[in-house]
């Protein structure tokens, strides 16, 4: 980016003036959110939405990023252990950043982990899609989360000399979806179907009569989703998607939120030279 006043160019994803009158100096960096807006419309009743302009309405790609994702990198890290394309967030915070792996966020969050001596909560919102980071504290203490449901021993956690337990959070998402599929109004119809055409085949070649043909079945109706809410093992409290406590002692405190950038893993690798990466 090349500022109008001085000429300057800065670097976009550092905000770091690398070349020009200001070389040396940093943009102070806005605190953000990279949500769906089915997330961001559950937490926003009065927001604003920017609008298109008209005469570029053509020009705007819809699948802008699977296409780049096929294009060939400018730049890349062989030997590191991701790919250059694979998708990180990646923050940085009193010292050497820390990238996150996309996948391996989503199968175990939230993720309590510690960079550079600070507790970190990092959390995939309820739609799999949206992630906030937080300073993992509760009046100054440190403190570990983990999702409503889940043992609290199960409770995902690493430090910088030991990786973190099991993921507790994949055979709890694995067992939710399961049991939505297999619920569900078509999935319980088919299911039947299929069961009772079989059983009938094995018995008789004989074409079905109306008077043998099995009674309709009452679909199933579908499992409502579980409300997304975190627990803290130290006071019990219960927190949502925002850091906020909604329940119990902690009632109406809130967690402090830390910068955090989802990125292709070589174009983060590019800015952090000495990033880590987390591990399971």
Known sequence: ????????????ITGKAISGPLKGASLELVLSDELTFGE???EVSDGKVLAEVPKYVKEYDSNWEPEVAKYPVPI???GTEL?????????????????????????????????????????VGPDGKSFRVFVS??????????LKGEAEGEAKTET??????????????AKTDTAVATTSPAAATVKTTDTKVDASAAKTATPATPSSTPPATTPAAPVP??????????????????????????LGKCLDRVPALKDYWFDWRNYHHDTTVYKR
Not at 160 to 173: C, E, G, L, M, Q
Not at 238 to 244: D, L, T
């Open 1 to 12: 980016m090349r500022d109008k006043e001085t000429g300057t160019w800065w670097q976009q």
């Open 40 to 42: 961001w419309k559950s």
């Open 76 to 78: 890349s890290f062989p």
């Open 83 to 123: 790919k250059s394309r694979d998708i990180v967030v990646g923050l940085q915070i009193d010292g050497p950043g820390r990238a996150y792996p996309w996948d391996t966020l989503v199968k175990q969050s939230p993720v309590v982990d510690r960079v550079n001596g600070t507790p970190l909560l990092v959390a």
């Open 137 to 146: 504290r509760i009046d100054g203490k440190d403190a570990e989360f983990f």
């Open 160 to 173: 910088p000399d030991a990786k973190p337990a099991a993921p507790a959070a994949t055979a709890t998402a």
């Open 225 to 250: 989703p579980k409300p997304w809410i975190l627990l803290d093992a130290t006071t019990a409290s219960e927190w949502n998607f925002q850091g906020c406590a909604i329940a119990g002692p902690s």
